[in-house]
Nanobody
Framework: VQLQASGGGLVQAGGSLRLSCAAS????????MGWFRQAPGKEREFVAS????????NYAPSVKGRFAISRDNAKNTVYLQMNSLKPEDTAVYYC??????????????????WGQGTLVTVSS
């Protein structure tokens, strides 16, 4: 599976962005999908995950209620809608795919495939 993330950019605090991650291959629907982010000088951290059928989602406490993950298996794409953005959301965002876990237990070590990252910058 190859993952291509897009949609990052510069936005003012309080604004919104939608990230997309397009996957190659015919097995996209068998993977649980997630998003991580890495801010400058910090460790990469989990942001959100979604099950293979898209019916269940999970979020980091820092983004719950502001971000929404979704997927379209017909388009081999996973999305991250980010609302009410804050300067502390500034980071490179990475999409991820795994067969090892479903909705919980997401750490960097369980990721099978990574996207290349897309930069989100939130100005105050």
């Amino acid at each position: 599976v190859q993952l291509q993330a897009s949609g990052g950019g510069l936005v003012q605090a309080g604004g919104s962005l939608r990230l997309s991650c397009a996957a190659s291959g015919r097995t996209f629907s068998t993977y649980a999908m997630g998003w991580f982010r890495q801010a400058p000088g910090k460790e990469r951290e989990f942001v959100a995950s979604i099950t293979q059928n898209g019916r269940s989602t999970n979020y980091a406490p820092s983004v719950k209620g502001r971000f929404a993950i979704s997927r379209d298996n017909a388009k081999n794409t996973v999305y991250l809608q980010m609302n009410s953005l804050k300067p502390e959301d500034t980071a490179v965002y990475y999409c991820a795919a795994t067969l090892r876990v479903s909705i919980t237990g997401w750490t960097q070590s369980v990721v099978d495939y990574w996207g290349q990252g897309t930069l989100v910058t939130v100005s105050s």
